[in-house]
Nanobody
């Protein structure tokens, strides 16, 4: 059974940092593309960053230069290093997974999801 469990969210002041993580089980983690999405109140869920099984990455324009997605296949864990956080980054952050043969990190089509972790940035 596929399971994705996020942790590491929290409350931080603007300009601060957080590093949420996502522990994966029930599938061959190293063979799957992974992603972080977020959903703010009354807004649609949006892709923040994704990483292919080979380590290629994609970032939304709003987080480029501030966020870094990474994975540790031995630990079956996905990370999102978030620096210089802004109030507009406040959202529930979700981990997602999908199997693909593509070398490029997918920007859609994720079919496994975690429950999310809340990130709140105060001004």
């Amino acid at each position: 059974q596929v399971e994705l469990v996020e942790s590491g969210g929290g409350l931080v002041q603007a300009g601060g940092s957080l590093r949420p993580s996502c522990a994966a089980s029930g599938f061959t983690f190293g063979s799957y593309a992974m992603a972080w999405y977020r959903q703010a109140p009354e807004k649609e869920r949006e892709l923040v960053a994704s990483i292919s099984s080979g380590g290629a990455t994609y970032y939304a324009d709003s987080v480029k230069g501030r966020f870094t997605i990474s994975r540790d296949n031995a630990k079956r864990t996905l990370y999102l290093q978030m620096n210089n956080l802004k109030p507009e980054d406040t959202a529930v952050y979700f981990c997602a997974a999908t199997y693909t043969m593509s070398r490029m990190p997918p920007t859609s089509g994720y079919n496994y999801w975690g429950q999310g972790t809340q990130v709140t940035v105060s001004s």
